[in-house]
Each structure stands twice: as structure tokens, then as C-alpha cells.
Nanobody, 120 residues
């Protein structure tokens, strides 16, 4: 499984960005978005089951971020609205074959990161 994340950039607080992850199409897989800031561990942001579209979100992004997938295009997305300075991080897409989990160690496939910077 090869994943490629894109869509990061610089945005003002309160603005929106949409991240994309190519190569996301695998039956029975779970796809996820994680983020990491310097000196901190990588943290779970959102996850989605490829088959049924069941979603899970970190409390910090609930109501602001929306994860989705397009089976036909083998793409996964993260729509980020009402962005805050604390959302600034490198965002990674990831995949695993199994049940949905928020544990970073549970994902075996990773794309390269895309930088999101939110200015306050």
C-alpha cells in the first residue's frame, strides 16, 4: 500500500483546508489521519473504515474536521474547518488491515507528511 498525502498549506485561524490521500483504496482496510508537531508524539486525528465509512474522531477535532473516502478514486480526504493555531502540525495519512483504532502503532502503512500551518 503506497499512500501520498497532499493539500497542506498556510491558512489563517478560522479558515479551512482539505487534505487528500491518494492510494487509499483497500477492501477491509481502515484509513486514518494523524498529526505531529516537533517534540511531540504523533497523534490520531480521524479514522474511517474503507468498506462502510464508519468514522472516529479525536475529541480535539470533533465538529470541525470531517474524514471521508471516495472508493472510485481510491482517495481519502480530511476537510478541516474552523482551524486553530493548535492544529498546526505535519499531517500524515495511514492505513491498516483490521479494525479501526486510534493507536499510532496499529497502522503499518504511512504516507509522507503534509504541513499545515494555521496563523493566529
Amino acid at each position: 500500500v503506497q499512500l501520498q498525502a497532499s493539500g497542506g498549506g498556510l491558512v489563517q485561524a478560522g479558515g479551512s483546508l482539505r487534505l487528500s490521500c491518494a492510494g487509499a483504496g483497500r477492501t477491509n482496510y481502515v484509513m486514518g489521519w494523524f498529526r505531529q508537531t516537533p517534540g511531540k508524539q504523533r497523534e490520531f486525528v480521524a479514522g474511517i473504515t474503507y468498506n462502510w465509512g464508519t468514522t472516529v474522531y479525536a475529541d480535539s477535532v470533533k465538529g470541525r474536521f470531517t474524514i471521508s473516502r471516495d472508493k472510485a478514486k481510491r482517495m481519502m480526504y480530511l476537510q478541516m474547518n474552523s482551524l486553530k493555531a493548535e492544529d498546526t502540525a505535519v499531517y500524515y495519512c495511514a492505513a491498516r488491515n483490521g479494525d479501526i483504532t486510534t493507536e499510532t502503532s496499529g497502522y503499518g502503512y504511512w504516507g509522507q507528511g503534509t504541513q499545515v500551518t494555521v496563523s493566529s
